[in-house]
Nanobody, 119 residues
Framework: QVQLVESGGDLVQPGGSLRLSCAAS????????MGWYRQVPGKQRELVAG???????NYAASVKDRFTIFRDNAKNTVSLQMNNLKLEDTAVYYC?????????????WGQGTHVIVSS
């Protein structure tokens, strides 16, 4: 059974920092593309940052230079360091694991963690 468990969401002031973590079980994360997505009510879920199985990273333009995604293979976790948080970063953040293997696409989602940026 695959589980992705996010943690680290909190209430933070603008300009502050948070680190989100996603602990995976049932999969080996460095064989998947891992991503952090976020969603606000009434809007589509959007990709914030991703890291491929090979270690390449990509970021949404709105978070580039503020957020960093990284992976700890020994702990089987992927984290998102968020700096200089802005009001518009408020959202539920979800961890995702995805891969295309032998012609079959598989992906998994965590339950989400709330990030609220407010003064």
């Amino acid at each position: 059974q695959v589980q992705l468990v996010e943690s680290g969401g909190d209430l933070v002031q603008p300009g502050g920092s948070l680190r989100l973590s996603c602990a995976a079980s049932g999969i080996i994360i460095n064989t998947y593309s891992m991503g952090w997505y976020r969603q606000v009510p009434g809007k589509q879920r959007e990709l914030v940052a991703g890291i491929s199985s090979g270690g390449s990273t990509n970021y949404a333009a709105s978070v580039k230079d503020r957020f960093t995604i990284f992976r700890d293979n020994a702990k089987n976790t992927v984290s998102l360091q968020m700096n200089n948080l802005k009001l518009e970063d408020t959202a539920v953040y979800y961890c995702n694991a995805a891969r295309l293997y032998s012609g079959r696409f598989t992906d998994y989602w965590g339950q989400g963690t709330h990030v609220i940026v407010s003064s």
